[in-house]
């Protein structure tokens, strides 16, 4: 069960993964669209009043997904004896975020009064409630899930391990969070 | 109770050779020294999947169906036996 929750690919990787995270991809966006969920990053989540189109939230997600997997691809053909397979990468990577979908489901749960981007912090810091700072939580504890989740499939697909897999790991999600924050900003502004 | 063959010294740590053989049908002995096979250098579990691969002619996609793991998985498992049969030097 344990494997299943943190590494389940051990058993599922390549074509049949790719096929299952386009789906989750798919679904993410779907329901973000309706809980107003933003991924504006790799390890990100926003909620929004701003009205988006829904090709806008399925673009985040393929956007986060695309330049962890690029930039951990590349890491894995300069740093594993193996021969990787870009599909693997691409593939564990994509389920690694299905946490994601639980967090945008959570995302219904918090309200977002319209103007909340033009509020003072004070009245701000006056709208939060126990059940807010509740849910908000359960994101965490999703983004976290689903970090243990893309670092396994990194150790995987990647066959690397220890302390060499962990550094190269996190500088991947700190670049990767980075370039896809500033994608997403650019093609946010471009759009709205 | 399955009994691993040794093949480091308890003591110092280097590398065990084979000083007697016997037959097991007329208790012949035979005294010499002679080199253990690199495979014994393996654990049985690793050991019955270099027999299983040999087995699938070399697939790892036929071994990943066969044992019910993902095609990396049984990737690392056959790199990390290769590193394990290379010199100390290599590694």
Redesign the interface.
Known sequence: MKKWLFNP??????AK?LLIGFIILAASASICYFSKIHFNGVVGSQKSDTIAPFYFYFLEGLIDWACISLLLYFSGLIFS?????LV?VFG?QAVARWPMVIAAIIGFGIAVPPGINNMLPKDLVNMITPSMIALTLLTLVCIIWMVALMYHAFT??C?LKGGKATGIFIAAIVIAQIVSSILIHSIYNHLI | MQRNLPHICPSCGSGLQVKTLVCDECHTEVTGVFDLPLLASLTAREQDFIIEFVKSSGSLKIMAQQL??????V??LL?DII?KLQPTSKK
Not at chain 1, 81 to 85: A, E, G, L, N, T
Not at chain 2, 68 to 73: F, H
């Open positions: 690919f051990q058993y599922i990787a390549g993964s004896r193996s021969s990787i397979r693997d564990t995987v697909s066959n | 019910g793991l993902s095609y990396p998985t990737r690392n790199d590193l």
